[in-house]
């Protein structure tokens, strides 16, 4: 029996809290093509990047030209800044941003630890005020109130922020499980209890630091979804995220789509393609430069390998034996066609020549030399900018929406 008319969306935050993986990063255009796969999984909404960081700034603005365009559509791109005023009005002078997620420290272990006595609680439930009250009041669309360190705080102060959030028109508000201190059953009463005295819908926003973070996600969610409210969960392609990682995209959306507790209880945001996992994951460890673990659920390269005696028999007569659901599922089982003979590739130094081969190859024509020649110093240009051989999917988009390739990759240093 399902749980009422509420939902679990995703909102997934490789683009922002992805890329703050210590050592690790992705480029411009690389998180673009993220955004352009996640769109096409049918993810709710994605947090694209920082509007108050001026290396952003033409990353941002392209990803909107793009969403105006309708090549990210329906997808949502909302930008992560600090609840203080100073950085709403910075977004809106930097960036055409619509949608915000305003981020303040709740527990007294961060605003004692970070402020040392300059801050009180009441000066930060003052500052979000403020911050949501300006955004609200200068166009932006939804506004999302982020808790950082959650839970650590008080419930009762958390409570307390969270209502000054709703009256002050908050959209969403956001429980983070900053340090993964939550475990499943802990996240479950703490957010269940938020959301019969908030009535807001809840965002959950954990980390993998005890490794208990998809499951402290989802039964975040399910807290939400008991308590009368829709769910957001925060994930990250692959798990990447600062220390130990954010939430898996592909192992929350199996959990909640074929775990006992879940399936055909729970209702996931429709629009899911859970058959784009395999693009979007081999994408993500490439561009990141991370191997996808073996055993990763549902993608690993272990994820439906049988080697014992009694699971190979009992796989091959009835795969359900032994597997929870398909490998087609994931958009797995397509053969890959690896080349061992002679390669011609594009990249920082390529001629005009070889690089018209490796286009007619993606049977792209160009009108003449001119247009070649312009693709080519483009993508040169992206080669220098993501210091990998490009992959056929960005070939074809800088070739495809040149000017946007170029904004991508466009950096205004300050004088």
């Known amino acids: 029996m399902r749980k009422g008319n509420n939902r679990i969306y995703i909102i997934d935050v490789t683009n922002r809290d992805g890329v703050q993986t210590s050592r690790l990063g992705l480029a411009k255009l690389q998180k673009t093509m993220i955004n352009i796969m996640l769109n096409e999984m049918g993810i709710y909404q994605s947090e694209f990047g920082f509007p108050v960081t001026r290396h952003e700034t033409h990353y941002l603005n392209a990803n909107l030209r793009l969403a105006k365009m309708g090549v990210l559509k329906p997808i949502i791109l909302s930008g992560w800044i600090r609840a203080i005023v100073g950085d709403v009005k910075l977004a809106l002078e930097l960036t055409q941003v619509e949608h915000l997620n305003i981020s303040a420290s709740t527990s007294n272990q961060m605003i004692n630890g970070k402020y040392r006595g300059k801050r009180s609680g009441d000066d930060v ?20 109130v982020n808790a950082e360190d959650a839970s650590r705080t008080d419930l009762s102060f958390l409570i307390k922020f969270a209502k000054a959030a709703k009256e002050h028109g908050a959209d969403r508000f956001r429980y983070c499980d900053t340090l993964g201190f939550d475990d499943p059953f802990t996240i479950y009463h703490r957010v269940k209890s938020l959301a019969q005295k908030v009535e807001l819908p809840i965002e959950l926003h954990c980390h993998n630091d005890l490794g208990m973070v998809v499951g402290s996600s989802v039964a975040g969610a399910k807290a939400a979804i008991d308590a009368g409210v829709d769910a957001y969960i925060n994930t990250c392609v692959n798990g990447m995220g600062e220390r130990a990682g954010n939430a898996d995209l592909v192992s929350v959306v199996l959990a909640i789509q074929k775990s006992s507790g879940f399936a055909n209880k729970y209702v996931l945001d429709e629009r899911i393609d859970l058959a784009k996992s395999w693009q979007i994951s081999t994408y993500a460890s490439y561009a990141f430069g991370v191997n996808i673990p073996i ?121």
């Open 125 to 144: 439930l003052k500052d979000m005020t403020e911050a949501l009250d300006y955004a609200k009041s200068h166009g932006i669309k939804t506004v999302g």
């Open 295 to 415: 055993n990763q659920p549902g993608v690993g390269a272990n994820a439906f390998a049988h080697e014992s005696g009694i699971h190979a028999d009992g796989a091959l007569k009835d795969r359900h034996n032994y597997e929870l659901y398909d490998f087609h599922e994931l958009g797995r089982g397509e053969p890959e066609i690896i080349e061992t003979g002679r390669q011609i590739t594009a990249g920082e130094y390529s001629g005009i020549k070889g690089f018209r081969n490796v286009y007619e190859k993606l049977e792209i024509r160009f009108h003449d030399d001119k247009e070649a020649t312009e693709i080519l110093e483009l993508v040169r240009y992206a080669n220098v900018h993501t210091q990998r051989p490009l992959t056929k999917r960005e070939l074809l988009f800088i070739a495809n929406y040149p000017d946007i390739a170029k904004e991508l990759m466009t950096f205004t240093p300050l004088a």
